[in-house]
């Protein structure tokens, strides 16, 4: 572990505010004041951190339907986050977007995504840009392992090796694609990285689940990424811990499956082990982010509550044709 | 003015516009032709002619042959747009757009809403359609009543070489994404064009191709020439026709259609999409709801019937709309008293 004392801190505390947004929303979506659907990131905390703590405001990210977390960890906002989940006009997207149409331009953030796989070729397109701008930046694309079955992502990839664009296929394989095991829809695959390696990228593999495999690999791939080597591939094992969307009772998981997962694979608490093991970080140290994060996401929370709602003429605002 | 071929007009136009501007960048399968092959680069050069010596003009990085794979190039240009440059994607074929509709329908036409208007997105999406080569089914289709229908785009279909020059350059330079439809049977067609490199074509503004007081007949595309041919011979009899070149179907000029209704209170639209829920049967839904009164005749539609686009050559000309077709209903029009 060669990271500061600085960037170990802001690196736990960015994936604390993830995991807090998270199971904050997780609450308040019982009681009915947030609508429409919402995709919980939770448990993968350590991948949008470990590849986003390297990347700087003029590399871009192509995110999920569970784009929280990418959010986040690029740069994007917390109050300004919360307020567009609560589809204020006071929103990242004015309320026009919701959880899963996310976006912030000017973070290098270039969308959440409805629809699964779609992400892919926009950061294969964001890439070429790059790469005709010459600065060493990157695109990376954020896929499930549900992803990795859309003719999307195949397009891409061999799109991406053609023009030998500077886009990172980042798949977090978290098991499942909605209500379905990854085992059963990836078919004969023993795994997703294999299928960018046949479009003839090179892959490297990590634990998704701890935040230390994630930002050492990412390290290599983004060296060998911004040398001009054209894409590459990374698929990270992992875990989610709510349902595919808020509401799902997750009758598909393994009894004790959820409790095991949260014990053993927690990317926070092993990120607090790991760290208070090695004595680089005391439990006061993280407790003390612990209670400012929570004051955060209070505060963020409140200020949704509070924000202006949209009015029926910002129906008409942002187009450009109109009848 | 100089007087060139409509394909002419859009190869020359995209080369002027990446000539002025860097963030200009094209991409499309075969667009330069033969990358990988013995005959090398440029062998081809565009199936349409269309991307003819860009390649050896503006290199790799601006022009970009990319493999069959139509939703990663729509994809690509939404991601390129999004990061500062002016991608124009061609799709080769409209019947296409089925493969990529994704790309073009949930991301590129909602970016600037979805995102709060925080976006633009000035990609052009460039596409051959149309009938009249005998290609069947999944290669003659006009587009345009699906796309026109999305939220999010603009949709344009020139009818002369000096429409495609102004309406591609007002693309180029927009910053929301355009559908621009470039008829397959009008490659060939002769012009003269205007030589002012900043010469462009507003949207949303129809061309009044010919100027009568009895009829209005609608029409864009390849089927605009056979209702000036109708409005000519008609002429002759003394019938006086206006016919309209829409020029994009989305704005839609209502302005121009509705001004001209008024005053000849009779109408024919004339359209190659089929015929349900389509632009000729939304036209006359606008006319009966805002210039009922000036009505003298009820509005007519020529389209082609509700069917595939047959193979043969009897059977297409059968299928598209004809001079006699779009006279027989001119006439009708005028039989109401």
Known sequence: ?323 | MARMMYRDAVVSTIAEEMERDPSVVMLGEDIVGGMGTPGGPEAIGGIWSTSTGLFGKFGADRVIDTPISESAIIGAAAGLALSGKRPIAELMFADFIGVSLDQIWNQLAKFRYMFGGKSRCPAVIRMAYGAGYNAAAQHSQSVHQILTGMPGLKVVMPSTPADVKGLLRTAIRDDDPVIFLEHKALYGMKGEVPDDPDFTIPYGHARLARAGQDVTIISSGLLLGFCEAVADKLAAEGIGCDVIDLRTTSPLDEETILDSVEVTGRVVVVDEAPPRCGLAGDICALIANKAFASLKAPPEAVTPPHTPIPFARELESAYLPSADKIEAAVRKTLSWR
């Open chain 1, 1 to 323: 572990m060669q990271l500061s004392r600085e960037a170990l801190l802001g690196a736990y505390r960015r994936m604390k505010v993830i995991r807090e947004f998270e199971e904050r929303l997780h609450v308040e979506i019982q009681t009915g004041e947030i609508a429409g659907f919402t995709h919980l990131y939770c448990g993968q905390e350590a991948v949008a951190v470990g590849v986003c703590d390297h990347l700087s405001v003029d590399d871009k990210i192509v995110s999920t339907h569970r784009g929280h977390g990418h959010c986040l960890a690029k740069g994007c906002d917390v109050n300004g986050m919360m307020k567009e989940i609560w589809g204020s006009r006071e929103g990242l997207c004015k309320g026009k977007g919701g959880s899963m149409h996310i976006a912030d331009l000017d973070q290098g953030m270039l969308g959440a995504n409805g629809i699964v796989g779609a992400g892919a070729p926009i950061a294969v397109g964001a890439a070429i840009s790059l790469k005709i701008d010459g600065q060493g930046k990157v695109a990376i694309t954020f896929s499930g392992d549900g992803a990795c079955n859309q003719g999307t992502t195949f397009e891409a990839m061999n799109m991406a090796v053609v023009t030998k664009a500077p886009c990172i296929f980042v798949f977090e394989n978290n098991h499942y694609s909605e209500h379905t095991g990854f085992e059963y829809s990836v078919g004969t695959a023993k795994d997703i990285a294999s299928r960018a390696e046949a479009f003839g990228m090179k892959v490297w593999r990590g634990d998704g689940t701890d935040f230390f495999s994630v930002y050492e690999t990412m390290r290599e791939v983004l060296d060998y990424v911004r040398a001009g080597n054209g894409p590459a591939a990374v698929e990270f094992d992992t875990e989610r811990f709510f349902g595919h969307f808020e509401g799902d009772p997750q009758r598909y998981r393994g009894k004790g499956e959820l409790e095991r997962i949260r014990e053993t694979r927690d990317c926070l608490k092993r990120f607090r082990e790991s760290v208070t093991g090695a004595k680089l970080l005391t439990d006061a140290d993280l407790d003390a982010i612990d209670a400012e994060v929570m004051d955060t996401i209070e505060a963020a929370v409140e200020a949704a509550r509070a924000a202006d709602r949209p009015t029926p003429q910002d129906v008409l605002t942002d187009v450009y044709i109109s009848y």
